[in-house]
């Protein structure tokens, strides 16, 4: 596996072993990972550490300059929000590890610039399956969606 | 002036005299303020806390159901971030202060489904208007833009 990815599917563990939603982001630029983060709406109560934003947050303030080099790899598929974040700060690629089991607004983002690369990777796919399944309102919390309707 | 919008207006010259960027905003369900916040970039050395952002922070973990009646107010037109969390957590109407000094992805976000309401406010604009002249690095900074561009 890129060992950008692995460095994403590790932080998404740490989330879990912190009893958190397991997706985990990092944040390259020049080769060197310069933010790391994971999902964090139960560890902190927050709707809008997902682990793109955590990562993000994490990087600390970059210039335009240093966003314009970065590459994104995310665990899962970026939501409306974290593909927001990209998109503010023109960041030109994104890794995503799975699109299996949630479906972010891909062919915007695509259309406004942005290179996705899907590389669909079993454990990322394994990892999110597991918990959806055992966690189905909470992760419909964190998608936006009703408790009781199913995900995506 | 509509008392939210007043109160995201409120927000904003709290950001100011925090030596921060003035932009508020205020999420509102059955007519009550749930959540207040105001850009921190500058306050937490922070790259996703636009006003949007810490308001919804702020308002804490709250339902799909309690989205779906929400408006959010914000001084200033949303950037993509803070349109794609109004997305991502299904927010029906955002009235937005104005959006002559920034104008946001609106189109996008009307075509999504959210309600757009641009009022133009003379004091929103005023107040933007002499913080960018002030501070235009910080501004550039704050909407992805390299540090010797003009902002849009």
Redesign the interface.
């Known amino acids: 596996m890129d060992p950008f990815l692995k460095a994403a599917l590790d932080e998404a563990r740490i989330g879990l072993e912190e009893h958190g939603i397991p997706i985990g982001a990092v944040l390259v630029i020049d080769g060197e990972i310069v933010g790391r983060g994971h999902n964090r709406?139960i560890q902190k109560?927050?709707?809008?550490l997902h682990a793109e934003?955590d990562c993000?947050?994490r990087?600390?303030?970059?210039?335009?300059?240093d966003?314009s080099r970065s590459i994104l790899y995310s665990t899962l598929s970026p939501?409306?929000?974290?593909?927001?974040?990209a998109?503010?700060?023109?960041i030109p690629k994104i890794i995503v590890g799975e699109n299996q089991t949630f479906h972010g607004?891909e062919d915007?983002v695509r259309s406004r610039g942005i290179e996705l690369e899907i590389v669909n990777d079993p454990q990322c796919i394994a990892l999110m399956e597991e918990f959806i399944a055992n966690h189905p309102a909470l992760w419909?919390?964190d998608?936006?969606?009703?408790?009781s309707n199913s995900a995506p």
């Open positions: 709406r109560r927050s709707p809008i934003m993000l947050e990087a600390g303030r970059l210039t335009a300059a966003y939501c409306d929000m974290c593909s927001g974040a998109l503010l700060y023109k607004p915007y419909n919390e998608i936006g969606l009703p408790i």
